[in-house]
């Protein structure tokens, strides 16, 4: 069975810490691997991760593929209560009709 | 602006009764997807459709049902079988299969069962 495993559930940080947040992913056929961030409602697309891309990085916020390892680090430095969010990791593999979602992380930043 | 619209944002639903929940997007996607959002749980799979009149069953589709008459509109269904509704539900969709281009999510509706 197809699985994708967020960690840690839950991070309470300080602003100003950097934080790194994992997914790891059993999957057959793996294609690729998405990082959202959900404030109140609708997700919104961080980064996209493939076997021809495996290191993305925007302002603050960088992700990393390690293929071997079958997982995916992202770091956020200096964080900033704007941060605090819940962070879904999702899975896309070849042929097949949907993304395969982690439990999420939620992170709250502190002033 | 293209985006997918979710309507309402707040459903009230006693027991026992039908209820539906609208998505339209205006991005010209292929895909549409459904997922209940409960915490702790990240997102799970309802139903989703690859095209127009043709629909899957998700992980979790029982006691929820689905239309694609439209390739705009995908509404969901939460049916009296549903016997634990009360969730948050996001819609989404995508080109293609989403594997590449990833998904585009609504603002999502709150189902709550009084």
């Known amino acids: 069975e197809d699985k994708v495993v967020q960690s840690p559930l839950s991070l309470v940080v300080h602003e100003g810490d950097t934080v790194t947040l994992n997914c790891s992913y059993e999957?057959?056929?793996?294609?690729?691997l998405l990082w959202y961030k959900q404030e109140k409602k609708a997700p919104t697309f961080l980064f996209m991760l493939t076997s021809s891309g495996i290191e993305k990085k925007s302002g603050r916020l960088s992700s990393i593929l390690d293929k071997k390892e079958l997982s995916s680090i992202l770091n956020i430095t200096a964080t900033q209560t704007g941060d605090s969010a819940i962070y879904l990791c999702a899975v896309g593999r070849r042929g097949a009709q949907k993304l395969v979602f982690g439990q999420g992380t939620r992170l709250t930043i502190n002033p | 602006d293209g985006g997918i619209t979710q309507s309402p944002k707040y459903l009230f639903r006693k027991e026992g009764q039908n209820v539906t929940l609208s998505c339209e997007q205006n991005?010209?996607?292929?895909?549409m997807y459904w997922y209940r959002q409960d915490p702790g749980q990240g997102l799970r799979l309802i139903y989703y459709s690859q095209i127009v009149n043709d629909f899957q069953k998700g992980d979790i589709a029982e006691g929820y049902s689905v239309s694609r008459e439209k390739k705009e509109s995908f509404p969901l269904t939460v049916t009296s079988a549903q016997k634990n509704p009360t969730a948050f539900y996001l819609c989404a969709s995508s080109r293609d299969t989403g594997e590449l281009y990833g998904y585009t999510f609504g603002s999502g509706t709150r189902l709550t069962v009084v």
């Open positions: 991005l010209n996607h292929d895909a």
């Open positions: 999957v057959t056929n793996f294609r690729s």
